[in-house]
């Protein structure tokens, strides 16, 4: 079971706005900042979003990332069919000294 | 370019040990905390551990305190993890991730681990 919490599961059609949830506690997301990460089939993560909200460079301005509380959510706006990935929130926490996971949620494009 | 390039896994037998390297590239390694971090078949990721940039400080997820024991040598710009008391529920492909923060900003294409008799 993982430490942050995800749906397991999210969809849409392209050209649709999607957001997926990661929950977790007042020691993890309530006093760090989350980071998104997007693995291709077969492939590596890739950071996404980092420091709540921030793109790296080459990251689309579709993919945006907010925070509140211990709540953290990834935005995706005009879905498009290679967003089709699995999508997961970590951040450090500070009870456990680790870097915590959520459990990854998988992004159907329909 | 930013690289790190993990090897070292391989098939293992319970109770066996294995080390496994990471060489970065195309950055002052000595300057980053880095991590090792897993994903079993077909399951999300887990952090492993990490190091501080001279090594001074290691931290480890509970389940191998103990068993993993993470390692740097910042003159030859390489990472390592070595791996002693396998177990079946370590068998995972095994990512080398370079981190700014809390955040993991470049991740190896990984190396696989199997524990197996």
């Known amino acids: 079971q993982s430490v942050l919490t995800q749906p397991p599961s999210a969809s849409g059609t392209p050209e649709q706005r999607v957001t997926i949830s990661c929950s977790g506690s007042s020691s993890s997301i309530g006093s760090y900042s989350v980071s998104w990460y997007q693995q291709l089939p077969g492939t590596a993560p890739k950071l996404l979003i980092y420091g709540n909200n921030q793109r790296p460079s080459g990251v689309p301005d579709r993919f945006s990332g907010s925070k509140s509380g211990t709540s953290a959510s990834l935005a995706i706006s005009g879905l498009r069919s290679e967003d089709e990935a699995d999508y997961y929130c970590a951040a450090w926490d500070g009870s456990l000294r680790g870097w915590v996971f959520g459990g990854g949620t998988k992004l159907t494009v329909l | 370019e930013v690289q790190v390039v993990e090897s070292g896994g391989g098939l293992v037998q319970p109770g066996g040990s294995l080390r496994l390297s990471c060489a970065a590239s195309g950055f002052t390694f000595s300057s980053y905390w880095m991590s090792w971090v897993r994903q079993a078949p077909g399951k999300g990721l887990e952090w492993v551990a990490n190091i501080k940039q001279d090594g001074s400080e290691k931290y480890y997820v509970d389940s191998v305190k103990g068993r993993f024991t993470i390692s740097r040598d910042n003159a030859k710009n390489s990472l390592f993890l070595q791996m002693n008391s396998l177990r079946a529920e370590d068998t995972a492909v095994y990512y080398c991730?370079?981190?700014?923060?809390?955040?993991?900003?470049?991740w190896g294409q990984g190396t696989l681990v199997t524990v197996s008799s």
């Open positions: 991730v370079r981190q700014l923060g809390g955040t993991g900003d470049y």
